[in-house]
């Protein structure tokens, strides 16, 4: 959870917010970009107060409309963090990225002695992309029944070692806006193979995954 706090007109947020899979982002790794005059335009500001308010009472609205937007997702996590592994998966095959030659993120005892023309995601790519659709610009607040794409990736590629990625996942920074959030992380391989660099996502009040970007 976290704490926002307006002081003489200026903005402080402390704390942590647990994302999931995305990483546990904390104190200045959390930002609000718009000054306070701006936040008191915020559509979800203005739904809320209909009257006068101080800076106080803002930095409570913020907290607890933040908070709660943390305890959404993590009631719904499961949804999140397999959108978010969509994406990632559905990058990494259509860049043609070679995870197997990362050691730290490949089952050896699942590779071929021959890789010359090796391409675990083509077998793939019919069902892949239909989970894909089903997750594109979609709510993950659980009112639509999805595929679990962490099952898929386990049951279909064993040769990826999802969970030294899940792992290695590294938290950059996560801003609070009007209505979203946004996360941007990477991933701690060390090589021309890294799967994640400056991954980057919007989410709205139904956690649909806005805008993907990555390096």
Known sequence: MIKIKIT????SINGEFNFGYMGIYKDEQISIYDDVSEIREWEIVESHFDSDFTDDKLAEFLTEYFNNFEV?????????????LIDAYEWAERTGLKFWEVPEITNKEYLPENTENFDPYEPLCPQAW????????????????????????????????????????????????????????SDSIDSEHKILCGAYNELDENLTFCDWHNF
């Open 8 to 11: 003489d007109g200026e903005l």
């Open 130 to 185: 239909k989970i894909k659709e089903e997750y594109e610009y979609s709510p993950n607040d659980g009112s639509i029944q999805k595929t679990d794409v962490e099952n898929f990736l386990r049951e279909n590629i064993p040769l990826f070692n999802l969970d030294a990625f899940i792992t290695g996942i590294v938290p950059e920074y996560m801003s609070l806006d009007d209505g979203r959030i946004t996360f941007q992380c």
């Open 72 to 84: 959404k997702i993590q009631a719904n996590i499961k949804q999140v963090n397999n959108n978010f």
